[in-house]
Structures are given as structure tokens and as C-alpha cells.
């Protein structure tokens, strides 16, 4: 399931900003990108454990950066690289008899004497205590961002079960007469093939209401009808339900080709073929969730 979180943390010396985004996967994969600063064991076994207690399916992708309060705010001068400029200037003014005439300007124009603050030289644990608050309430709007999308796509899943439902009953009402009409068509058959009527005639219209019987897809109506009804009470409890989902859309899958491949005409057929459609199309939303 897609979703994406974000959140700016500020302390006196430094800033902190957190994003949280994920795509789809089966299972948990989680990656961390933290600058150098922040990446410590302690705070990536932190983020980890904080992530993976709420989410569990998703390729999720945490980024941490740690930048000054203020851009170009409280400037750090190095006075041990102005003083060893300042003393190879006196040195050659010394060699060639010339006078220093170095200004502080000067120095302060000269690579690697002016520098931004290093947030990274903070408090380790002041560090750690401002990444945990930040990456929790990025967190908290990333789960949010994914619940939006899982009530979008339960709506979407719970049309598309009900397309199912009402299709498995269309094919119910004419079952009686898909059985009625194939021991006929075998009894007309028989009688085509045999010059005189069979020595054991209730044996043979035995054997045939057998042969018809199986197009009866009674069985597979009501596992199917369960299963149905067990997708809706899922998707109306809502919450990580994901892997519950997939087998139970594995499932209807058996029980409609077992009923495609025993009715036999073509109404019942291409209802069979609609709902294995939209079946389709639900284990491709189930992918997504949560």
C-alpha cells in the first residue's frame, strides 16, 4: 500500500526533517537513510522497531536529515586555519622583505576559515530524542495517508465482492433446470443408441440422474456464498487484514473454476467468467492493502 508521511522537528541549533513513504509489497521491507549524524545503531534499531509495530506489509523507505536552524545563520570561524594562513603570509613577506599587509577580511575569504555550523557536533542523545519525536508524528501522517487509501480501496473491493455475490445467485436460479435438462438430453441419447430398452431399465435412469447430478454446483454455491460473506465481515472490521484477504480470494478462486467447469450453458458460462473477472481484479486491490 502506497502512503506518505512527513515532519520538520526544530531545536536551537539544528533542524530535523523526516519522511516516511511506502509502495506496495507483500511482506515488510524497510529502508533507512540517515545522515551520517543520526545513523547509529541505537537510532536505526529505534526507527526500525517503531515502523515495523505499525506497519506490516509495504516497501517502506524512512529519510532523516539533520541541517543548521537557519541557513547561514551563526557562521563558524576556524581561528587555527586564519593563524597558519596568517603565518605562511609572514613568512613570505619575511623571505622577500615585503610587509605582511594581511586584513581580517582577508582571511576570512580564504577556504576552510569560514564554515556553517556542524548540527552533527550536538548532544548524541538531544540528536536522538529530537529524530524519535520527528519520526513519530511523520509516522502518525503516514499511517493516516495509508488509511485513506485502505477505506478507498475496501469500498472499491466491497462493489466488486457484491458483483460476485449477486452473479453466484443469477447462476442458482437456473439450476434446477440446467439438472433437469442434462438428464433428459442423456435419457434421449441412451434411448438413440440402444435398439431395445435395457434388461434393468431403473439401473440405467440411475446411472443417468448421476450423470446429471453433476452439474448440481450446489456445493460450490454455498462455499462460495461463505467465503463472500467472510470477505465482507473482513472488510467491514477494517484494520490489517491483508493476508486474510488472499487466502480467502484463493479459495472463491477454487470454488468458481470448479462451478465453471460444471455448468453447461452459456448464460451460466460467461457469469462464471464475469466473476473470475472481477476476482481478478480484487486480488490485484488485496496486493495493495495493508
Not at 587555527?80 to 596568517?86: C, I, K, N, P, S
Amino acid at each position: 500500500m502506497t502512503g506518505f508521511g512527513s515532519a520538520t522537528c526544530q531545536a536551537e541549533a539544528f533542524s530535523l526533517s523526516v519522511e516516511i513513504r511506502s509502495v506496495n509489497g507483500k511482506g515488510l521491507r524497510l529502508s533507512l537513510r540517515l545522515d551520517d549524524a543520526l545513523s547509529t545503531a541505537e537510532n536505526e534499531a529505534g526507527l526500525r522497531s517503531m515502523v515495523s509495530e505499525s506497519v506490516s506489509r509495504g516497501r517502506v523507505t524512512l529519510t532523516a536529515r539533520l541541517e543548521p536552524a537557519q541557513a547561514g545563520a551563526g557562521a563558524v570561524v576556524d581561528p587555527v586555519q586564519a593563524e597558519r594562513y596568517l603565518e605562511v603570509a609572514r613568512e613570505l613577506a619575511r623571505r622577500n622583505g615585503l610587509e605582511v599587509g594581511v586584513t581580517a577580511g582577508d582571511l576570512l575569504s580564504l577556504p576552510g576559515v569560514v564554515g556553517a555550523p556542524d548540527p552533527g557536533r550536538e548532544d548524541p542523545e538531544l540528536l536522538s530524542r529530537k529524530l524519535m519525536e520527528c519520526a513519530g508524528s511523520a509516522l502518525e501522517g503516514f499511517l493516516e495517508s495509508r488509511a485513506r487509501e485502505g477505506a478507498n480501496l475496501a469500498a472499491a473491493m466491497s462493489e466488486r465482492i457484491a458483483g460476485i455475490a449477486a452473479a453466484t445467485e443469477s447462476v442458482m436460479e437456473g439450476q434446477e433446470d440446467r439438472v433437469a435438462g442434462r438428464f433428459e438430453a442423456l435419457k434421449e441419447r441412451v434411448a438413440a443408441l440402444l435398439d431395445s430398452p435395457p434388461e434393468d431399465e431403473g439401473r440405467l435412469y440411475q446411472e443417468l440422474a448421476l450423470l446429471a447430478d453433476r452439474v448440481d454446483v450446489t456445493e460450490e454455491y454455498e462455499r462460495l456464498r461463505s467465503h463472500v460473506e467472510a470477505v465482507r465481515d473482513i472488510l467491514k472490521a477494517g484494520g490489517p487484514q491483508g493476508r486474510k484477504l488472499d487466502f480467502l480470494l484463493q479459495e472463491i478462486h477454487r470454488e468458481l473454476n470448479t462451478m465453471g467447469s460444471k455448468v453447461d450453458d452459456s448464460g451460466a458460462q460467461m457469469q462464471v467468467v464475469q466473476m473470475k473477472n472481477d476476482l481478478a481484479a480484487l486480488r490485484e486491490q488485496v496486493a495493495n492493502l495493508e
